[in-house]
């Protein structure tokens, strides 16, 4: 029995999508972006120097494969990242008519996603007047704040004084199909937030809208408001099984890290821990050191896309990508005869594009494990291939 590890470095894609051009960053399409290639070129011109210095440094990823996946998925120039690949690699292409996370953790699992999400308009109110109502109506409140497309960080040092003095949540949402809900911990309730969001949930999955998204936040002021790690996305359910679900079906332990048992809704999945990427980091490192024969553990490193490629923080986004690197580089050594270790994302997030939204791009399949090979261009469910051929499941 062997055993497989998969992780999505959520948003660290590589360019190249044939179908950029029909997502968009506000009026600007996708066409040519390319989150670890432009991030790799801003590094070698000296224009990533906070926090870190110099051309990338992603010797594991590397080797790996990640340069050759970027220059094999775009053709763009990689400076920085140039070594002959010791791994499986490749790149992935997604067919869902969404660049979002659900879409492309549901996809590498198995299952593109058959339907058309539902998108808020960039308008002011942005949300329909039923919606509006019944947020207050189980809120308790005379009314919302926000109703928008937003950036979470920026709405909140925007309303977040006006959201603690008149108790009402702010609501917004982006280019993704989400309906997300910031309130303070304390002065509107971790509680009261979690409950509003999953009593919102089955409305707003019934209009195809992906997720409804709590996002607490702590602090008294513009000054030191910050968003805490007790975000809960309430996410509508894969429409078909998943490679979590024939696993486990079959009898495989199913372990999941990070934001996955979410995207999933906990179909297919036995355990999970959550946390900063830290700590998840930790927990992948102490899966690869026992977790069972014949087990799957499913990870989600989300920092890439919340905490810098949202931002469009060139530096953070490069510091991260260094930091994942080292992480990986402690853990690779530790595989057993066998094991498969699977790095791939779910979607660019470019830090160097236009607006703050995601960005359609090709992604890596780095795999460890399996010695040399190239395996090309694959669809996204080619990752749940590998990893079910892996685990010796039926797949077709
Ligand atoms: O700006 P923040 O709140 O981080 O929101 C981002 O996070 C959402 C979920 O990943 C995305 O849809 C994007 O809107
Ligand atoms: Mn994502
Ligand atoms: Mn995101």
């Keep these: 029995m062997t055993r497989v590890f998969l992780a999505v470095m959520d948003s ?18 996708d066409t040519g972006a390319n989150t670890v290639a432009h991030i790799a070129q801003a590094c070698a011109a000296g224009r990533a120097e906070e926090g ?5 440094h992603l010797p594991n990823l590397d080797s790996l494969g990640l340069g050759a996946a970027v220059r094999l998925a775009s053709g763009d120039a990689t400076p920085g990242l140039t070594a002959t690949p010791a791994g ?3 790149a992935a292409e997604e067919v869902s008519p969404g ?5 492309g953790h549901w996809e590498l699992a198995g299952v593109p996603v058959p339907w058309d999400w539902t998108y808020f308009p960039d308008t002011r109110p942005a949300f329909p007047e039923a919606l509006t109502a019944e947020v207050c109506r189980l809120a308790g409140t005379d009314g919302i704040l926000g109703n928008c497309h937003a950036s979470g960080t920026a709405i909140i040092n925007d309303l977040g004084e006006e959201h603690m003095l008149s108790g009402r949540p702010i609501c917004y949402t982006s280019a993704d199909s989400v309906f997300q809900i910031a309130a303070h911990e304390e002065t509107f309730g971790l509680q009261r ?4 969001c999953r009593q919102l949930a089955p409305t707003l999955h019934g209009m195809k809208v992906g997720r409804v998204i709590a996002r607490p936040f702590t602090g008294s002021s513009p000054a030191d408001f910050a968003r805490t790690t007790d975000r809960k996305d309430f996410a509508i359910a894969p429409p078909a099984p998943t490679l979590l679900d024939r696993a486990q079906g079959a009898g ?5 890290i990070g934001k996955i048992g979410d995207i999933f809704s906990m ?5 999970v821990v959550k946390g900063t990427d830290a700590k998840l980091m930790h927990h992948l490192s102490d899966a690869v050191d026992g977790a069972a024969d014949g087990s799957l553990t499913f990870a989600n490193f989300v920092e890439f896309d919340s905490l810098y490629g949202h931002r469009r923080d060139v530096s953070g986004y490069a510091r991260a990508l260094e930091w994942f690197d080292a992480g990986i580089g402690a853990i690779l050594p530790r595989l057993r005869a066998g094991d498969m270790l699977i790095l791939t994302a779910d979607h660019g997030n470019d830090p160097t594009w236009t607006g703050t939204d995601h960005t359609r791009e090709r992604v890596p399949v780095l795999v460890a494990g399996q010695g040399a090979g190239e395996l090309g261009v694959i669809p996204f469910t080619g990752v749940a ?3 079910a051929d892996h685990l010796g499941l039926a797949w077709s």
Excluded at 99 to 103: A, F, L, N, V
Excluded at 193 to 196: F, G, K, Y
Excluded at 252 to 256: E, L, Q, S
């Design 12 to 29: 660290v894609g590589i360019g190249g999508a044939p179908d950029a051009a029909r997502f968009f960053n506000g009026t600007v399409p």
């Design 52 to 56: 870190r210095s110099g051309p990338l």
């Design 88 to 90: 499986t690699w490749g």
């Design 99 to 103: 660049k979002d996370t659900p879409s």
């Design 193 to 196: 937030l979690l409950d509003l």
């Design 252 to 256: 495989h332990p199913v372990h999941a």
């Design 267 to 271: 179909s297919g999945i036995d355990d």
């Design 385 to 387: 291939q590998l990893a």
